[in-house]
């Protein structure tokens, strides 16, 4: 897997993280949900720069000018919930791009420190030969996106496949180094050293669903 830590570099994007993981300015969920959309951008932005370019040119009113345009065929997967400004912020960039949808959450089943995902909800394009963009602000355990690349399966067969998140914890970056092919790409903002016995990501931000959407009742 080619893992690109983008906080590894000095930008703008560690402000945006700093402002998400910050308990007081976190409060604000406009603000929350505008900064991991932001991130997004970076996000899709870097990654854009690996795509395949071709020639092309555009007419402007006073003559013609050359351009490289990227080709790829791109879908953008999301995992609800926390998912839907990270989609946002992708978006916002690959406009063009088709767009599929799906519910993973964790179901503590007996108690909080056990869980299983439920996937449930799978609206998606036909997958086959095209750029998959699948993004989850939180990479904890890795059992969500791995389970949602699973159900994404019958869809068809992606030419590449690019994961995209926020913050990750070394152990579901490591799981899903395993777990997908080493041909993936994994755009991360940045990377945290623990999981808490929750499957919370230590220092990370608490729960990101939460912040941009507010409180669930557990089921
Ligand atoms: O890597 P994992 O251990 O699978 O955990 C990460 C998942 O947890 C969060 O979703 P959550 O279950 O909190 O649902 P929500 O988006 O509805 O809050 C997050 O958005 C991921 O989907
Ligand atoms: O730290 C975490 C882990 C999973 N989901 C979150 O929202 N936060
Ligand atoms: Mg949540």
């Not at 959309?37 to 050359?66: D, Q």
């Not at 799906?102 to 108690?111: F, L, V």
């Amino acid at each position: 897997m080619h893992i690109h830590n983008l906080s590894l570099q000095n930008s703008l994007l560690n402000t945006f993280i700093s402002e998400i993981r910050d308990k007081n300015i976190q409060k604000d969920s406009m603000r929350f949900r505008r900064n991991i959309e932001r991130i997004g951008e970076v996000l899709g932005y870097e990654m854009s720069k690996t795509l395949n370019y071709i020639s092309s040119s555009v007419e402007t009113p006073l003559g013609k000018c050359n351009v490289d345009l990227p080709e790829n065929e791109i879908v953008l997967c999301s995992i609800l919930r926390a998912g839907v400004p990270l989609h946002n912020g992708l978006l916002n960039y690959f406009d063009k791009a088709e767009n599929a949808f799906i519910s993973a959450y964790r179901h503590h089943k007996h108690n909080p420190e056990s869980f299983e995902i439920i996937v449930e909800y799978l609206a998606c394009p036909n997958l086959e030969n095209k750029t998959l963009i699948l993004a989850d602000p939180m990479l904890a355990t890795g059992q969500s996106m791995l389970a949602t690349f699973e159900a994404l399966k019958p869809f068809g067969t992606p030419k590449e496949t690019h994961l995209i998140s926020v913050i990750g914890a070394k152990d579901g970056v490591e799981f899903v180094e395993q777990n997908f092919n080493k041909d993936t790409h994994l755009w991360i903002a940045t990377i945290d050293d623990t999981l808490n016995n929750k499957g919370y990501i230590v220092p990370g931000l608490g729960d990101a669903g939460d912040l941009a959407f507010g409180e669930k009742l557990q089921q």
